[in-house]
């Protein structure tokens, strides 16, 4: 056995030993509400599926709008494995978009924000809206048809932000419309610069969780507090790790039988000239931004119905962001955030419901 001879070696080099020892005195916090704990280390598990698949699709894949469908095609019909390794990468960047939605609400219901973790909330919903960002930059670059015509819609909204709009357009498109030179520049951003920010921010909220551990919640510090019982823990290291890994055996379980019994499809390849078939719409986590912006009425109060929706976003993006500094500390405080929050969770089922269906509210 060469590990007897090695870790004297690397003990010696690296500071293996502390950080064994620091994680065996680690403990996590055990109440009623323990499973949404692990919502977090699940996105993490999905985000590192999505880098290694990624990975090997990019042995094949070529950026460019005469190639990239062509590419595409190729993986999934003659490369051995190749049209599981994307359905896995497919399959995987819902889940983890899924995951994070679920971290983020878990967090907010459990009212994680608290002092002293604010920058760990900020930088959560920052890996969140990266995540979506992921989700957006890498639709087009299948180039097909649904893709295509999707992307030119989601970008024809940036066109709604007041002066600095038509620019933004242009920048995300690379010119006045979607081409080829929209595919290359979502490509750069999808696998470069996106995922050296979300590793660097990853990285950070990892460390602030380090530093003031598993949140609380509020009910059962005040039950401690009352003296009903006292805060039980467990030890990080085996016990939270190996519940962690249950989920992700579980969450890796779903995603193998998806990408087996439902292969993400190619469809046709994008005709930039050709007109945009019927009922395009984005992905599913996007559903319910644009139903509400399809629902609403062109003007209001003379101004522009869809530049007032898009505000609105924004404003509650920013909200989201600021919760802890704009949120109060007292259980009243409390108690709205987590209507706020009901409400909010309840108006985007509801809305991605009726895009589904192509309901009429």
């Known amino acids: ?16 030993a502390d950080l064994t020892e620091t994680l065996r005195r680690k403990t996590v916090p055990h109440h009623q509400y323990s499973v949404w704990y692990y919502f977090g280390g699940m996105t993490l598990f999905l985000f590192g599926i999505q880098v290694g698949t990624g990975a090997l699709l990019l042995l094949y894949y070529r950026p460019s709008a005469t190639e990239a469908y062509e590419s595409v095609q190729f993986i999934v019909t003659r490369v051995p494995f190749g049209w ?61 048809e649904v893709s295509f015509f999707a992307t030119r819609v989601g970008t024809d909204l940036a066109a709604t932000v007041p002066l600095v709009g038509n620019g933004l357009v242009r920048f995300m498109r690379g010119g006045n419309d979607v081409t080829g030179a929209t595919l290359t520049r979502l490509f750069g951003f999808h696998v470069a610069i996106l995922p050296a920010i979300a590793t660097a921010l990853g990285c950070l909220h990892l460390f602030l969780i380090q530093r003031h551990g598993m949140s609380v919640p509020p009910s059962v510090e005040r039950r401690v507090t009352e003296g009903a019982g006292a805060l039980r823990a467990i030890p990080f290291l085996p016990h939270f790790i190996l519940r962690d890994l249950f989920a992700w055996t579980a969450v890796l379980a779903l995603m193998a039988a998806l990408s087996t019994f439902y292969p993400w499809e190619l469809g046709a390849k994008a005709d930039p000239f050709a007109p945009a078939p019927a009922g395009i719409r984005p992905e599913w986590y996007f559903l319910w931004a644009f139903e ?41 405080a409390r108690r709205l955030v987590l209507w706020v929050g009901v409400v909010a969770l ?16």
């Open 1 to 16: 056995m060469m590990w007897p001879h090695l870790r004297p070696w690397l003990d010696e080099r690296l500071p293996l």
């Open 84 to 144: 599981l390794i994307r359905s896995v990468h497919a399959w995987s960047g819902n889940l983890m978009v899924a995951s994070a939605f679920a971290h983020l609400f878990s967090v907010l219901f459990l009212h994680a924000y608290r002092r002293p973790r604010e920058l760990t909330w900020i930088s959560g919903v920052l890996l969140l809206l990266l995540t979506l960002a992921f989700g957006f930059t890498g639709y087009l670059l299948p180039w097909n």
């Open 292 to 332: 509400t912006l399809k629902h609403l009425p062109p003007t209001i109060a003379g101004i522009s119905g869809e530049l007032l929706g898009v505000a609105a976003m924004g404003a509650g993006a920013a909200t989201v962001l600021l919760l802890p500094f704009l949120a109060g500390h007292t259980p009243r």
């Open 346 to 361: 309840a108006f985007m089922a509801v809305m991605t419901g009726l895009a589904l269906t192509g309901a009429v509210p």
